[in-house]
């Protein structure tokens, strides 16, 4: 793909998704769609979501159902899931639908990622789990975009390919992730130390990427974070004593010598009602 191609495109997961296209690009997704495979394999349910930038090659799920979210229609062309376009922020899913929420490159599309954070937490269901995929800001992949910041400025400087959006590093996702109250199972790295653009030398490092992964993973060019959302249910505990109380219970008043005395006295209605004792002289 040309870097032409790269710089008419305007939203950044709409630049990572033809980075993701190019040599270099489809060798590293090969590598990321393996990883959210493994991480997702013990994941179950009926609804998929991936939101974000789209790969070449889909991971392996056991999930049928999925759903694929982009923000321009450009990057849904060659998909064959059920493609919807939307912005990240305000995602068309229903409020805890999806079991498995695959982000990819969607904090690095927005100056307010909290927005975005918060609603990728609306539509996963309790005990769901959310994989985030993002470039790590300390790595040597990032080096190049340091060096245009530096001499350029971030308003001059042309960003392309995966340097494109707001890079956040993994630590401050997870602090994010907690906050909401999610549980952080682990955080993988990929992409190795040193950034090539030729897959060859890519494959070539593959011993210094394992070593780099034991002892160098925070250097790592490429993050995903996978999380568990938990959702704590009030129960009712009822004290195992009681107060004594104040005041013992009221009941009917009892009478000692209950008597009934009828008069003998003939008497006579008058025509208005009231009645009249009639008395023998």
């Known amino acids: 793909m040309r870097n032409d191609d790269l710089v008419h495109a305007r939203h950044p997961t709409e630049l990572i998704s033809r980075w993701y296209n190019t040599p270099m690009g489809t060798r590293l997704a090969k590598d990321l769609a393996a990883c959210l495979g493994r991480l997702a394999d ?112 971030k308003d001059k400087m042309a960003q392309s390919g995966y340097l494109a959006g707001q890079h956040r590093a993994a630590w401050r996702v997870v602090d994010w992730l907690r906050l909401l109250g999610y549980d952080v199972q682990s955080v993988e790295h990929l992409g190795g130390l040193c950034p090539t653009t030729r897959p060859r030398f890519y494959d070539k490092m593959r011993s210094l990427r394992t070593i780099s992964s034991k002892w160098l993973w925070f250097m790592q060019g490429f993050y995903v974070i996978d999380a568990v959302r938990r959702v704590s249910t009030p129960t009712a505990i009822r004290p195992a004593f009681r107060l004594p109380r104040m005041m013992p219970n009221k009941t009917r008043a009892t009478v000692a010598n209950q008597t009934t005395y009828q008069s003998t006295r003939p008497h006579k209605r008058q025509p208005n009602g009231r009645s009249i004792h009639l008395s023998k002289k």
């Not at 927005?110 to 959310?130: A, K, Q, S, Y």
Request: proline share 6%; with cysteine; charged share 25%.
């Open 42 to 153: 013990d994941a179950f349910g009926y609804h998929a979501v991936m939101v974000g930038a789209v790969l070449p090659c889909e991971p392996r799920l056991r999930i049928r159902a999925r759903t694929q979210v982009a923000a321009t229609r450009e990057e849904l062309a060659e998909t064959p899931l059920m493609a919807v376009q939307a912005d990240f922020d305000y995602l068309p899913i229903e409020t805890e639908s999806a079991d498995l929420v695959i982000a990819l490159h969607v904090l690095e599309s927005t100056r307010e990622p909290h927005d975005i954070m918060r609603e990728l937490d609306r539509i996963i269901r309790p005990e769901g789990r959310v994989l985030i995929v993002g470039v790590n800001p300390v790595s040597l992949w990032n080096l190049k975009k340091i060096g245009q910041q530096t001499w350029q400025g």
